[in-house]
Nanobody, 121 residues
Framework: QVELVESGGGLVQGGGSLRLSCAAS????????MGWYRQAPGKERELVAT???????NYVDSVKGRFTISRDNAKNTVYLQMNNLKPEDTAVYYC???????????????WGQGTQVTVSA
């Protein structure tokens, strides 16, 4: 059994910063790609950023230059540093990790519980 626990959301003024964390626990052999998604009211969930096990990153255009994804493999944790936040960044943010629980099993995608980020104008 694997669990992802997110933290770090909240209310911030436009131009401010927040740092999200997502820690995995349970039966973990290896964690491959980690990522952050977000879902605003009335909209579909969208990919924000991903980071591979080798450290390669990918961002949606709207956050490039403002958000930074990183990972700490020793802590099974992925982070999202969000700077210069805008009202349009307001959403519930979800982490996603592709985890292999045993060496002989295929990876499986797990989701965090979601954390609210609200940016005021």
């Amino acid at each position: 059994q694997v669990e992802l626990v997110e933290s770090g959301g909240g209310l911030v003024q436009g131009g401010g910063s927040l740092r999200l964390s997502c820690a995995a626990s349970g039966r973990i052999f290896r964690i491959n790609t980690m990522g952050w998604y977000r879902q605003a009211p009335g909209k579909e969930r969208e990919l924000v950023a991903t980071i591979t096990s080798g450290g390669s990153t990918n961002y949606v255009d709207s956050v490039k230059g403002r958000f930074t994804i990183s990972r700490d493999n020793a802590k099974n944790t992925v982070y999202l540093q969000m700077n210069n936040l805008k009202p349009e960044d307001t959403a519930v943010y979800y982490c996603n990790q592709y985890i292999q629980s045993r060496f002989y099993e295929s990876q499986r995608g797990y989701w965090g519980q979601g954390t609210q980020v609200t940016v005021s104008a």
